[in-house]
């Protein structure tokens, strides 16, 4: 799985590896039954705090798109994956977004709000 | 491609059929009409009798049993060239039937004289297996080249990353069931073995089960890979920690996927070494990643998204030679 943080951004750094697993799991990269990388060596690699790594997965596994246990580490559920017609239509929605020259934020804010 | 080579159907089919039926035909034109000798006792000499014309049907038999066991899959043609299966399959159907060609025509052609003592079989099976075995490896040699499905492989385009940024790719790979059944054969098989020898020696030699043992340990020390990108380059470990092959990003020359066959490349799963100074961590057959060292070594590993790792590695790469200037 690829994770790319940017130390620059306003968003916290464990929301953006949260943010990158997600991507993950969307693009099936990451699939159900999965191990994520150990959080000693994920943070090793990305020069980040391991309680950095740690606070992103537990807020996967309050998601329910993983399970932390003890010895095993993170590990992605069955409900992790998206169903295949919301990728679909996520896929749509993301073209429609960018023939209207619409920003990623703002879609992503358009998305947020419709939750609300 | 220097010489000829010949497809593989045909050293595997045609090649034994042409040789099985020219054996049997000058077998039924020499066989006398009376009882041969045709079996030998553990000390070479004949303890077994019947008349010559058996000889000749079971010739026939084994040429037909070996064209139909060993033909069917080589017509699995693929639009490359053979698997290194294939050509083991053509090597064998041709030495088999050399085989049995030569052993049968001994038979016959040393008992001509009715009159002679049956010879014993101490020269005529040794020199079949010998012609069976060098015509064998003829047969290899005479087929095409295996082929991987893309020997060339393809440079990533590198990823784009902003200054600044980091990124990582993590992958996992682990043996598949081809491998592994490769090598839990051969941890039976050396027990087994191991067991049988101890118990006809009375144990005289427990050192065997060192065999197993180290099968064992070596399965599991080289059947779980952890794949690595990052800033460091390329990093490929045991998640024991050891066995670890890394190349440093400074030292990346290209990354890229390319597609491999476990036996047909590299002979096998596990740690292998291949052509051309290329080191492959091989868990199956299919996608890979490829990373060429500036050295001229390469390091090869079968993960799934090696497409992603090689886009990431080439990035990096690129960053550790613009930083170095």
């Known amino acids: ?116 | 491609m220097s010489r000829l080579r010949i497809p593989v159907p045909v050293v595997g089919l045609a090649v034994p059929a042409v040789i099985s039926l020219a054996a049997v035909t000058t077998a039924f034109v020499v066989a006398p009409a009376r009882d041969i000798a045709v079996h030998w006792g553990p000390d070479g000499t004949a303890d077994g009798w019947a008349p010559a014309w058996t000889v000749v049907v079971g010739m026939a038999v084994l040429g037909v049993i070996d064209a139909l066991a060993f033909g069917l899959p080589l017509f699995a043609t693929r639009r490359e060239g053979p698997s290194a299966f294939q050509k083991l399959i053509a090597a064998i159907a041709v030495a088999f039937g050399v085989l049995m060609a030569a052993l049968g025509l001994w038979v016959l052609l040393s008992q001509l004289d009715a009159a002679a003592e049956p010879p014993t079989i101490g020269v005529g099976l040794p020199l079949s297996v010998v012609i069976a075995l060098v015509s064998g490896v003829l047969a290899w040699f005479a087929t095409p080249r295996p082929m991987p499905v893309d020997p060339k492989g393809v440079a990533a385009e590198p990823l784009a990353l902003a200054p600044g940024e980091r990124a990582v790719w993590i992958g996992r790979t682990r043996l598949a069931w081809p491998g592994l059944v490769a090598v839990v054969v051969a941890i039976v098989a050396s027990l087994g073995a191991a067991v049988a020898a101890n118990v006809t020696t009375e144990g005289r030699v427990g050192a065997l089960f060192l065999v197993p043992v180290v099968l064992l340990a070596v399965l599991v020390l080289t059947s779980f890979w952890v794949v690595r990108v990052d800033d460091d380059g390329l990093d490929v470990h045991s998640p024991l920690g050891w066995p670890r092959f890394r190349m440093p990003a400074a030292e990346v020359a290209s990354a890229g996927t390319v597609e491999v066959s476990a036996v047909g490349e590299f002979g096998g799963w596990g740690i292998r070494s291949g052509k051309g100074r290329r080191l492959g961590i091989v868990m199956r057959s299919g996608h890979a990643l490829e990373a060429q060292n500036r050295d001229g070594r390469a390091l090869v590993v079968t993960v799934d998204d090696a497409g992603t790792a090689a886009a990431l590695l080439s990035a990096v790469a690129a960053r550790a030679t613009a930083e170095r200037g």
């Open chain 1, 1 to 116: 799985m690829l994770i790319r943080i940017d130390p620059a951004s306003t968003e916290a750094i464990f929301g953006q590896l949260a943010a990158a697993v997600r991507a993950e799991i969307g693009r099936g990269a990451l699939r159900p039954g999965d191990r994520l990388p150990s959080a000693r060596e994920l943070a090793a690699s990305l020069d980040v705090n391991i309680h950095t790594v740690l606070r992103a997965y537990q807020e996967l596994r309050d998601e329910g798109l993983v399970d932390l246990r003890r010895g095993r580490g993170a590990v992605v559920t069955e409900q992790a994956a998206p169903p295949p017609e919301l990728v679909g239509a996520v896929r749509d929605l993301v073209a429609a977004a960018r023939r209207a020259d619409v920003a990623p934020a703002t879609l992503v804010a358009l998305i947020k709000e419709e939750y609300l």
